[in-house]
């Protein structure tokens, strides 16, 4: 089901949505709309109802992450701030994350522990937050080595690692264990490479074009990213026969290259199912087969649709292309061209899910896009 979360008060027209996420059981959404507010509603069978707007940023949020189990959420912005949002009984409160960034906050994600987390920002380095009880409030350190703007980031399940990507075409590996956080960190890659200092760098990946998002998948052991050249490429860090994992390195990467428009977000379904969606609107899902990664199919199949949707009249046709010229129709995406056809009439800007959606083979995803579209989708695997 497609829905649009918020229209603009004066063209009456939908909102571009920067980024989103859910709680646990996916009841509560949070989103931004491409400005310095955070929506709060709730979700129910395909129906909105707005909960609270928070307003503590200055400037557009950038990214937003929900932690499961404690109920927090973080946000970060272009005002070079993080909040950690609390429930209370009089709603959301939020506290302020110093970042010593001297540009925007970029990404932010919770660790798995949900004791700590990371901001990536344009000032060329990441920002490893957690909460000091003695003093009552979060703190940063920062992790530099990068040469232009850090796009995102990801944890792996340890904790202890955490992987980077770059505008400068870069990826890089850094130990990202806090002392009197985090539990001994754990050997991942063997004797000879210690993640125990906070900010080593264990390696780096180049790509021939922007680094746009990263994820781990699930069991830690396979690297994805994708790269504004129309490629993706993973990586496995997993060796037959040993449990330790390999430093990746470029030998190791299998690059797929895409027909269509740079992906922007990638998001793992399991260890071998993967969502990836971007600037061609339609949300693609990959398969790994034999130990490869190959393309299975795309979410939005238009094409199937248009044949089982009734044709309209020429009447009807054109009363629905007046209404889509209407400033106050809210499925008016622009004021030329025909619609495009995909759910999706912009390009894709987020992908998100939550606990509450994973039932034995299926898993449902949302997308949101700049066409102020969330859309709900429904993988088997």
């Known amino acids: 089901m497609d829905v649009v979360l918020k229209l603009d008060e004066l063209t009456k027209r939908p909102q571009a949505i920067a980024c989103h996420a859910w709680n646990k059981d996916g009841t509560l959404l949070a989103f931004c709309p491409m400005n310095h507010e955070i929506h709060i509603v709730k979700y129910v069978d395909g129906a909105v ?28 912005a272009e005002d070079r701030n993080a909040y950690v949002w609390n429930l209370e009984s009089d709603g959301w409160k939020p506290t302020l994350v110093m970042l010593q960034f001297q540009r925007a906050a970029v990404h932010v994600k919770w660790s798995h ?38 796009l995102s980031l990801a944890w792996h399940p340890s904790d202890c690692l955490m992987a980077a990507c770059s505008s400068d075409r870069s990826v890089q590996l850094f130990a990202a264990a806090v002392k009197g956080v985090d539990n001994k960190p754990p050997r991942l890659f063997g004797g000879d490479v210690s993640l125990g200092k906070l900010g080593t760098k264990i390696c780096g990946i180049t790509s021939d074009g922007w680094v746009t ?43 797929i290259r895409m027909n269509g428009l740079p992906h922007r977000r990638i998001l793992f379904l399991s260890d071998n199912y993967l969502v990836a969606a971007g600037h061609d609107c339609n949300p693609i899902l990959y398969q790994r087969r034999d130990q490869v990664w190959c393309e299975h199919s795309k979410l939005d199949d238009f094409k199937s649709r248009k044949q089982s949707a009734p044709q309209a009249s020429a009447r009807n046709a054109a009363f629905r292309k007046f209404e889509m010229a209407s400033p106050q129709s809210p499925d008016a995406d622009s004021n030329l061209g025909d619609s495009l056809p995909t759910r999706h009439q912009s390009c ?26 969330l859309c709900s989708w429904s993988v088997s695997l």
């Not at 950038?62 to 109920?71: C, G, R």
Request: aromatic fraction near 8%.
């Open 113 to 150: 522990s949900e004791k700590k987390f990371a901001v990536a920002s344009g000032a060329k380095c990441i920002a490893v937050c957690y909460y000091e009880e003695e003093n009552n409030w979060w703190i940063s350190k920062l992790i530099d080595g990068f040469e232009s703007t850090v």
């Open 49 to 76: 109802t707005p909960v609270e707007v928070l307003r503590s940023h200055d400037q557009k949020v950038t990214s937003i992450d929900w932690a499961p189990e404690s109920n927090r959420i973080v946000s970060c």
């Open 348 to 373: 894709i800007t987020d992908l998100a899910t939550c606990r509450g959606w994973v039932s034995g083979q299926s898993v449902q995803l949302t997308s949101v896009g700049l066409d102020g579209r």
């Open 213 to 255: 998002d990263i994820e781990f998948s699930p069991d830690g052991k396979m690297l994805c990213f994708v790269s504004h050249d129309s490629c993706i490429h993973f990586v496995n860090m997993a060796e037959v026969g040993k449990s330790d994992l390999v430093v990746p390195s470029k030998d190791n990467v299998r690059t």
